[in-house]
């Protein structure tokens, strides 16, 4: 049974299926009791009766739809979760496979049409002809024994010339990274610790150099004397990577976190980084520096860092808010830092980085590998169709959800009319005097 004494009447009214805050309209009985009284001499109670169970149902459906919206709007977040990872999983898998070269269909760099790759012997013959360079002077006594067994204290700590300690399996890429890093740093000696640094320059009791010794004395020795500065990088000196490596991965790639745009995609063109674009001789990958770290995580992480490579310049500027420590496109565009850009003809790179041999550059678990990636492009499309109908279901769900407010709004106003009127014509009676 119904109670006329100080009852309220509670709508609550969604105002979008997103938001969990609420509107309520409320009809105070006390403040109405002669409209009630008058609807229940004449009938009115199962009319007020109606209005309540009927609003009531139309709430409960408002909140089934909004249910339903957040239901397939989580799916939707999950997929693409889901999707995101298996992308990643996907370049990672082509990088270790070596397939970030560019496509056919992709705009090259100028000088790539003419060019060929560089062998490792051409690459030193390239230092070598520098020959007033500290790079040339040590390329020169790797060549020649007897002056490496002379010399034995002087070199035994270093690894070797920039240039020469990784490959790169693609010319243009090759050409284009070597630009980046630019000829002083291609040049660059690489020791392991800071002792074989000093070694290499020896100063007097004024703090000048002594030509006598040192590499300035090899020089000498050998007819090439050093002429300005030269770059020497100490392994032990340098801030290594610290994460983790990409899985079951010979190379030791390392394991970025990929760059995303606003909408949590990975930007369209991305094809990797660049650390883990060159490749590495395996007596290179693990413990050369004193504090156990290898090439890749030591040398080529602090030289490129995260820098990124897209496959075409359209590609690499649209993707400007996620490059914070530059990017490149194998059509030659070049982004050396966050706001440095570098503009203009590329230039003619004699020095790069050695082609990678077939056996080094092919993994162990080559096949394995192509069978991953093909697996994983299969579930990526299946992913992007459980997105799709996600997407119709979300659709069709907010279609639904509008009408059903629309069709409470107007159930609403034509309530509050017929409470109006209910009002409007019981005034009379509450004005006779008794």
């Known amino acids: 049974m119904f109670h006329s004494n100080n009852m309220q009447l509670a709508i609550r009214i969604p105002t979008s299926p997103a938001q969990d805050s609420t509107q309520y309209m409320q009809v105070d009985q006390s403040d109405s009791s002669c409209v009630v009284r008058n609807d229940m001499q004449n009938g009115g109670f ?186 020497v990088i100490c392994l032990e000196h340098l801030r290594p990577y610290v994460g983790d490596f990409i899985a079951n991965d010979p190379q030791r790639r390392l394991d970025l976190i990929k760059p995303r745009l606003p909408n949590g995609e990975c930007p369209p063109g991305f094809l990797g980084f660049a650390v883990n674009m060159i490749d590495i001789d395996s007596m290179h990958i693990f413990c050369l520096a004193a504090n156990g770290y290898g090439l890749r995580e030591t040398l080529f992480y602090s030289l490129f860092s995260r820098l990124q490579v897209y496959k075409t310049r359209a590609d690499m500027l649209q993707a400007l808010p996620c490059i914070s420590d530059g990017a490149l496109s194998l059509d030659g565009g070049i982004i050396k830092a966050t706001g440095v850009f570098c503009l203009g003809n590329q230039e003619d790179v004699q020095l790069r980085f050695p082609k990678a041999s077939m056996k080094s550059s092919l993994p162990e678990n080559y096949i394995e590998s192509a069978r991953q990636i093909k697996e994983l492009k299969w579930k990526k499309e299946k992913m992007i169709e459980d997105i799709k109908r996600e997407h119709a279901l979300l659709d069709n769900s907010k279609l639904n959800f509008d009408r059903k407010k629309a069709e409470f709004l107007k159930f609403l106003a034509e309530s509050s009319s017929y409470a109006a009127q209910q009002q409007l014509s019981a005034k009379p009676e509450r004005l006779t005097p008794r």
């Not at 300690?165 to 284009?176: A, M």
């Open 46 to 231: 199962a009319h007020a009766e109606y209005i309540f169970n009927f609003s009531k149902k139309l709430q409960e459906d408002l909140q089934t739809f909004g249910m339903k919206i957040k239901q397939h709007e989580d799916n939707i977040k999950f997929l693409k979760t889901q999707k995101s990872k298996l992308d990643e999983s996907i370049l990672d898998l082509q990088v270790i496979l070596g397939k970030y070269h560019h496509s056919s269909g992709t705009p090259v760099a100028e000088n790539e049409i003419h060019s060929h790759p560089q062998s490792d012997e051409e690459t030193m013959q390239q230092i070598m002809q520098q020959e007033k360079s500290a790079a040339g002077i040590i390329c020169k006594l790797s060549a020649h024994h007897s002056i490496q067994a002379y010399n034995i204290m002087l070199t035994k700590d270093v690894l070797g010339i920039v240039a020469r300690l990784g490959k790169v399996d693609d010319d243009n890429l090759s050409r284009l990274l070597s630009e980046y890093l630019g000829m002083e740093t291609m040049l660059a000696i690489v020791c392991r610790t800071y002792e074989g640094v000093k070694a290499l320059e020896i100063y007097d009791k004024e703090g000048c150099i002594n030509k006598s010794f040192g590499i300035h004395g090899l020089g000498a020795s050998i007819g090439r004397n050093l002429d300005g500065r030269f770059l």
